[in-house]
């Protein structure tokens, strides 16, 4: 089965920290995603990456960066966190464009 | 750009009964639609997708799906609902035109919570 696995279940950071949130896949895909996920609002886009070393901007990429060193990982960095940035992040990969994506357990950022 | 509309934000039926929870897409070319289910404090599950092909679908835990290219839908059904059904569900879509001329990620709905009532 695949696994996707997220560094942590939950977080909490203080406002202005700089937070790193890990994602491993272990099946290869070329695709990875970040979303975040409110109530009301469904699951947001932030960034995704096909390839290693690449990344494009989802729909709210602001306060947010990330880093594809290696096939298998893809981190989320809060550069400053803040208050408004509280909320249960998921990541996501899969192999091709007709494939389903495989989530993580998420992981639910408290930003204090 | 691509969409999705979930226009129900709660779906309550009668354990035994049929359910369906409703999507409906908007995109530039052809879609990819998927449905994913998440229980409390858990990520998302794939259920079922519509590539090409027939347009009924089946997938886990006795869910199908029908593709209704002229209605732009893809409602997801069940004949006899379960206690245990109840659960958040999500509608999703990628641009196939997109994903020929680019790279295109999943677009999600905001989600349908069913309840089933035993």
């Known amino acids: 089965d695949v696994k996707v696995t997220q560094s942590s279940r939950y977080l909490v950071k203080r406002t202005g920290e700089k937070v790193f949130l890990e994602c491993v896949q272990d099946m290869d895909h070329e695709n990875m995603f970040w979303y975040r996920q409110d109530p009301g609002l469904g699951l947001r886009l932030i960034y995704f990456s096909y390839d290693v070393k690449m990344k494009e901007k989802g729909d709210i990429p602001e306060g947010y960066s990330v880093s594809r060193e290696k096939k298998e990982r893809f981190s989320l960095i809060l550069e400053s966190a803040s208050t408004n940035q509280t909320s249960m992040y998921l990541c996501?990969?899969?192999?091709?464009?007709?494939?389903?994506?495989?989530f993580g357990q998420g992981t639910r950022l408290t930003v204090v | 750009a691509q969409s999705v509309a979930q226009p129900e934000d709660q779906v309550n039926v009668a354990e035994g009964n049929p359910l369906t929870v409703k999507c409906t897409y908007s995109?530039?070319?052809?879609?990819?639609l998927f449905w994913y289910v998440q229980y409390p404090n858990r990520g998302l599950q794939f259920l079922l997708k519509?590539?090409?092909?027939?347009?009924l679908v089946k997938g886990s835990y006795g869910f199908e799906a029908e593709f209704n290219k002229s209605q732009t839908s893809f409602h997801l059904k069940k004949p006899s609902a379960l206690v245990s059904d109840s659960a958040l569900y999500f509608c999703?879509?990628?641009?196939?035109?997109?994903?020929?001329?680019?790279?295109?990620?999943?677009?999600f709905g905001k989600g349908t919570r069913l309840s089933v009532i035993a």
């Open positions: 995109v530039s070319g052809n879609p990819y």
């Open positions: 996501a990969s899969s192999l091709s464009g007709q494939s389903e994506a495989f």
């Open positions: 999703a879509v990628r641009d196939i035109l997109g994903y020929f001329t680019g790279n295109t990620p999943l677009v």
């Open positions: 519509y590539i090409t092909g027939d347009n």
